[in-house]
Structures are given as structure tokens and as C-alpha cells.
């Protein structure tokens, strides 16, 4: 994922979990090494078969192209958990 501000390569600071808040379960936050941004995301709460949707849709070379980081959100994921 690319900085809004100057276009350089986010540095992953890290994921925390949020347990206050209704909407939003993760927090990932990013720092841009180039010009000092720094960047969090929120992750919406859904269902483990929605996320699933979700990255299923994301594959889809036409929507996201350069989406490299893609492969690591996968690979946090246990699929065993997925499966059930
Ligand atoms: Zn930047």
C-alpha cells in the first residue's frame, strides 16, 4: 500500500485490536518513511464468511492490480477457520 501523500511503500507498524467499538475489530497502522505520514486502518467487523467474500473479490486481478499486499493479509488467516 502506497502513501496518499507522496506515492512511496507504507511501512507495516503493526495490528491491534479494538474491543470499544462496535463498527471496526483491527487497527493497522502504517508510517511513510519517505515523508513522515502516518496511516491507520480500521477493519469493519463481518463475519468470517463475508471476510472471506471480501478477499475472494480482492483476487480479482481487474479490481486490484497491484494488490502485492494481498498475499500477506492471507496469510495471517488460518484457513481451517475459514472452512467451518
Ligand atoms: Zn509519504
Do not use: F
Not at 480479482?60 to 481451517?80: G, N, Q, T, Y
Request: proline residues 4%; negative net charge; hydrophobic residues 30%.
Amino acid at each position: 500500500m502506497n502513501c496518499w501523500h507522496c506515492g512511496s511503500e507504507l511501512i507495516w507498524g503493526g495490528d491491534h485490536d479494538i474491543e470499544d467499538s462496535e463498527d471496526y475489530d483491527m487497527v493497522t497502522n502504517l508510517s511513510c518513511h519517505n515523508c513522515g505520514a502516518y496511516v491507520e486502518v480500521y477493519r469493519a467487523i463481518t463475519s468470517e464468511k463475508k471476510q472471506k467474500e471480501i478477499w475472494e473479490d480482492a483476487k480479482e486481478p481487474s479490481i486490484s492490480p497491484d494488490a502485492s499486499w494481498h498475499d500477506d493479509a492471507l496469510d495471517r488467516v488460518d484457513p481451517k477457520k475459514l472452512e467451518s
